[in-house]
């Protein structure tokens, strides 16, 4: 297992790599030019020379990659564009934001789901089963941004159940979350719970199942006893994938409910062409992706002894 | 059996109207949100769509930069909140100042007794009264290449000696404004200066109610170094209580501010109730909330919720709550009249069509004027825009002197056959021709835009191919010349007919390389002149060449339109005066007043 995840970590060092050589790539020679963004309609040529000077842009290229390397390494992206703040200051606040938009929702929804999952396979072939597989298809086809504007303006504006948007630090943000918990909670319940149920279904037909009940489990043992217990492996290897979203936050989410998580501050920083603020998005999420990539597999060879990582 | 007994659904919860755990707020009866006063205290609550780049003015150029900046900060001048056509009165100043017979050397006064706000970068921490000193540092700040990159063009060539500070700041970082002497920049004492100009210049009074030019006090930049971004130091009508990036900024009364309300107005100000609160002290808000709200559908509903103060109309919004009548006046519905009251206010924005003279097909006039005739602007606002737009005859918005209401009008109406007409006679009458239009923008709206220029050029017979660019590269694009024709705007830096017709002077023109000698010695010599019937004599034949030579095709100006709370008094939409928070109020007649939270 160590020699394993040493081996898959040497890995990651290529790939990242690769990762970012064409974000700077792709910004360099195909991005839009950042001074001029920023200087506008009265940018004259001293002016633009000198932001350039400023920002380091008239560098080599391989000067600005190797900088570029520099930051990666060193967790230090520089500062924005748009406003000279330090990156890690903003990702910082941004990130405790998102976490606290996506975490307790995904937690709290992939428990329920799985309940309601199991549920739903239990009546399997049943008009329960049958609506509800329904219902589920046709709210997956709903776009998300419909769910957002409906509801805010039926439970917050209509109703007066929630308040509109808006975002306070510490325990007050936690009245502005409520209706965004509920929106991320229902738009995921339709593909959380058709994924649960094909799983729980693919286990039902299991010789040990058959085995629980002829040995006279009840109902809710061999659900959530024998049941669970295996289809906890996809479901866990699903789970953990989806960890890094949750910190890149939900970015419609975050713009219509003025939350200032990392998915706002990302689609400013694509408004204003604030390049250090993408180039460091960009790479950080390949990072966290291939690091909870590894962590499933990790997880994945600790929960099911059948599984040797080699 | 037993497992479905065990198994309890949960129910709904019942959908209670009104039910309020976790919103904030009070409703009254007809369920709308509102704020109590609580001892007398104002405080308005309205949205921005960003936050500020940065606080210190020298530095920023950006709408939502401009809007903190005139509230914490003053200029030497600014514009009068109520009267039109906009004119610049005094702020910091005594009066107005004099003019020098050659029109060279300005004087002025400062008001004694104004104090920037306390702040600890001053000694004892009590804010200290701002003299010539502050203004004289402040301007040389301004032409500092360091710390001003894009509003420079407000002063350059026109204070002597101050290019040449700008050329120094080039190779020195960090200069010592106090060391340098600007030889147009004079102090006579610690309230009177003057500035001497290169040559006569009143639009650089324009450029001193310019937010970038807003005084500051040196012990603030010495003291927090770049930190001064976010740590205004202001003579503002408030200071800032809280800066919370992306959630809500508060600014709090200055009890010490200097202006009062404006004891006159134009024609109709006093039956609106506009001079109500004449002669008050300013401001009359005590706190100001500025909630994020960086998405049009929420801020239209916290607004129709009684949590904002005004909210401007976008198009589609526009269409849900108002409409137009037989006369082509803005309405508000019905059902909204007895909560809201609407504005309409023309732009100080020019929509046109650039021709790149330097283009081989462009070149033609005949085609110019062939395309010109093809396009009928009015259809275009209607389908476009609502019909919130005027259609213009020069290249001057309707509420600036100078513009067709005052010389008539010179724009090429929409005629298809005289469209054809001049098709033939350019010579591409019989032979296919497709011609690019490089649109500054990639949105729905730019692809309308396209879609119904394309269809109007069909008819005579153009394809016309669009170039979609972003910004950036739609800047570049124009600035070095590589397009044939463009979609392009111009918003006024001040409200005269100048910063329109510069746009076709030869030195500015840059990509579209329009040149005409009788033009750009008209220019010269109206440039500088006061409003006057003889100045609208050289404008008028000014117009009269673009009519002929058609380098531009004038399209519209927006109506600016949006809603406003009747329990916000005093709200006249100032185009200059973006964000008029100083002279806001509440009416104290109305059942629903303002609370704080």
């Known amino acids: ?81 748009s406003t000279g703040e330090k990156l890690s200051d903003i990702f910082c606040g941004g990130v405790l934001v998102s976490l606290s938009l996506t975490a307790p929702p995904f937690v709290f929804g992939t428990l329920f789901n799985i309940v309601i999952a199991l549920f739903i396979s239990y009546f399997r072939g049943k008009s329960l089963d049958k609506i509800s597989t329904f219902l589920f298809v046709v709210s997956m086809s709903i776009s998300y941004l419909v769910y957002i504007i409906v509801l805010q303006y039926l439970l917050a504006y209509r109703f007066g159940w929630f308040p509109i948007q808006g975002f306070e630090p510490g325990f007050s943000s936690i009245s502005y979350l409520m209706l965004p918990w509920f929106i991320i909670g229902l738009v995921s319940m339709g593909p959380d719970i058709r994924l649960f149920r094909t799983i729980f279904l693919d286990q039902v037909k299991s010789d040990y199942i058959r085995t629980a009940r002829a040995k006279g489990a009840s109902e809710p043992r061999v659900l959530f006893v024998h049941l669970l217990k295996n289809a906890m492996i996809p479901i866990l290897t699903n789970t953990v994938i989806a960890i890094p979203f949750l910190i890149t936050g939900a970015f419609v989410m975050e713009r219509y409910f003025a939350l200032p998580g990392i998915g706002d501050i990302t689609i400013t920083a694509i408004n204003e062409g604030d390049f250090p603020i993408i180039k460091a998005m960009t790479v950080m999420s390949a990072v966290l992706y291939s690091c909870f990539n590894l962590l499933t597999d990790v997880l994945y060879a600790l929960v099911d002894p059948r599984v040797k990582l080699s | 059996m037993k497992f479905k007994r065990q198994i309890m659904f949960l129910c709904l919860i019942p959908f209670l109207n009104n039910c309020t755990w976790f919103s904030s707020g009070e409703k009254n009866s007809s369920g709308q949100n509102f704020f109590k006063a609580e001892d007398n205290k104002v405080v308005l609550h309205q949205a921005r769509s960003a936050d500020a780049k940065t606080l210190d003015p020298q530095a920023q150029f950006d709408s939502i930069s401009g809007l903190f900046v005139r509230s914490l900060y003053d200029t030497l001048l600014d514009y009068h909140y109520l009267k039109r056509p906009y004119e610049l009165i005094p702020v910091l100043l005594e009066e107005m100042p004099e003019i020098s017979e050659d029109k060279k ?130 003579t503002g009508a408030f200071y800032l209580k809280e800066y919370r990036k992306k959630q809500t900024m508060t600014f709090v009364k200055n009890e010490n501010y200097f202006m009062h309300y404006p004891k006159d107005g134009e024609l109709g100000d006093k039956e609106n109730g506009f001079l109500d609160d004449a002669g008050k002290k300013l401001p009359l808000a005590s706190e100001v909330q500025l909630d994020y709200i960086p998405e049009s559908q929420p801020e239209m509903l916290k607004f129709k919720n009684g949590e904002l103060a005004w909210v401007a109309l976008d198009r589609d919004n526009f269409q849900q709550m108002a409409f137009f009548d037989k006369s082509g006046e803005i309405h508000l519905k019905e059902d909204l009249a007895n ?24 070149q033609n006039k005949n085609l110019r004027k ?21 259609t213009l005859g020069t290249i001057v918005p309707l509420s600036i002197g100078g513009s067709e209401k005052d010389i008539g009008n010179y724009g090429i109406p929409f005629d298809l056959e005289k469209a054809r007409d001049y098709m033939k006679k350019s010579g591409y009458g019989d032979k296919p021709l497709q011609l690019v239009m490089t649109i500054g923008g990639t949105t729905t709206m730019y692809q309308n835009l396209y879609e119904f220029l394309r269809d109007s050029l069909d008819k005579i017979g153009i394809d016309l191919k669009p170039d979609y660019k972003t910004w950036p590269s739609y800047l570049k694009s124009t600035q070095i010349g590589d397009f044939q024709m463009a979609t392009a705007a111009w918003t006024a830096d001040y409200p005269d007919p100048e910063n329109f017709y510069q746009l076709l002077f030869s030195e500015n023109t840059r990509g579209s390389a329009f040149k005409n000698d009788e033009y750009d010695k008209l220019y010269d010599e109206m440039r500088f002149m006061q409003n006057s019937p003889e100045r609208f004599e050289i404008i008028k034949k000014m117009a009269q060449i673009l009519q002929e030579e058609v380098p531009v095709i004038f399209d519209s100006t927006p109506l600016v339109s949006g809603l406003v709370q009747n329990w916000l008094t005093n709200f006249k939409r100032n185009i200059m005066v973006d964000y008029p928070f100083k002279y806001l109020s509440v009416s104290q007649k109305s059942e629903k007043t303002v609370a704080q939270k």
């Not at chain 1, 002016?47 to 080599?60: E, H, N, P, T």
């Not at chain 1, 000067?63 to 992206?77: C, G, P, S, W």
């Open chain 2, 105 to 234: 050397t300005l004087t002025f006064k400062l008001k004694k007794g104004i104090h920037f706000s306390d702040d600890p970068c001053f000694e004892g921490g009590k804010g200290r009264e701002l003299v010539t000193d502050d203004v004289l540092y402040t301007i040389k700040r301004f032409a500092d290449i360091n710390v001003n990159a894009m509003s420079w063009f407000l002063l350059s060539d026109s204070v002597v000696g101050l290019d040449d500070m700008r050329e120094k700041t080039k190779k020195i970082l960090n200069l010592d404004y106090d060391k340098e002497q600007v030889k147009g920049l004079e102090k006579i004492d610690s309230y009177t200066f003057k500035i001497h100009l290169i040559e006569p210049n009143p639009l650089a009074l324009y450029s001193l109610a310019a937010s970038s030019l807003s005084i500051i006090p040196k012990e603030a930049v010495t003291k927090y170094g770049d930190d001064f971004s976010r740590h205004p130091v202001g």
């Open chain 2, 370 to 390: 062939a395309i010109a005739h093809a396009i009928d602007f009015k259809k275009k606002i209607e389908l476009l825009s609502n019909g919130r737009g005027l």
């Open chain 1, 1 to 81: 297992m160590f020699f394993y995840v040493i081996r898959r970590l040497l890995y990651m060092i290529p790939t990242l790599l690769g990762v970012a050589f064409l974000t700077f790539l792709l910004f360099t020679i195909f991005g839009e030019d950042p001074v001029r963004q920023a200087l506008g309609l009265h940018a004259s040529e001293e002016a633009i020379v000198a932001l350039r000077a400023k920002w380091g842009l008239d560098q080599s290229f391989a000067k600005q990659f190797y900088d570029f390397l520099v930051q990666i390494l060193t967790f230090d992206y520089g500062e924005s564009f």
């Open chain 2, 339 to 362: 909560d809201f009251k609407i504005y309409t206010e023309p732009g100080l924005v020019t929509s046109y069509i650039v021709f790149n003279m330097k283009d081989n097909i462009a």
